[in-house]
């Protein structure tokens, strides 16, 4: 498979050669976090590189609440992948996990997240932050991987993610806060399809 450049400018390209480079320099996730969050803190104060259309709730979502995953850029070899998330004031995502390191950050509007410790008998809700335009963090897996986000402003918020798998069209988690019951989920792209299901897939 080759690399997939759905939103094809330069300054995703660019982004991207600058993302792969710290990855190829850093010794470990956390160095290439940390390598990398210039250009990401960037990204999220760019008001121009990102269309409407990548920033639009979709109605039909399959997940509910409108929810949008958009791919924008996809690796080949499924290492890496960048996409924008899209959720309406008021909804939610599941509680979800990622499965992989990279950054997540928040583009317009605002949202609250929570994040879950997965490990015990019960799901265990550890930490609650708030985040605004601009805020980003370094999800390294086991920390930070299990969470869910609400939209908080009165329009969707629009969130940035880059993450070191092909996050739409990985197998992964969802789980029922109430019970801790997990399933597998597959959150698919909106505009992208995934290799064997041949139909785009939903959202988170
Ligand atoms: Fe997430």
Redesign the pocket.
Same mark, same amino acid.
């Given at each position: 498979m080759a690399d997939e450049y759905v939103l094809d400018t330069p300054v995703v390209r660019s982004f991207v050669a600058g993302v792969r480079a710290a990855i190829d320099r850093a010794a470990s996730p956390e160095e290439a976090c940390e390598l990398i969050r210039p250009a990401f803190a960037e990204l999220l104060a760019d008001e121009e590189w990102l269309p409407a259309a990548y920033q639009a709730p979709v109605p039909e979502s399959g997940m509910g609440g409108g929810i949008g995953q958009w791919l924008l850029f996809r690796a080949g070899d499924g290492s890496l992948s960048l996409f924008s998330l899209v959720v309406p004031s008021c909804s939610q995502?599941p509680v %979800?996990d %990622?499965l992989a390191w990279g950054l @997540?950050g928040l583009y317009r509007g605002t949202q609250d997240e929570e994040i879950y410790d997965p490990g015990g008998p019960e799901l265990r809700l550890t930490e609650t932050r708030a985040l605004a335009r601009g805020d980003f963090y370094a999800l390294l897996p086991p920390r930070d991987d299990v %969470?869910r @986000?609400r939209t908080t402003s009165d329009d969707a918020s629009v969130s940035v993610h880059l993450l070191t798998n092909d996050t739409g069209c990985v197998w992964r988690h969802a789980y029922d806060p109430e019970t801790g019951a997990v399933h597998d989920f597959r959150s698919g792209y909106v505009n992208v399809a995934c290799a064997e299901d041949g139909e785009s897939g939903r959202a988170?």
């Open positions: 995502t %979800h %990622h @997540v %969470h @986000v988170i």
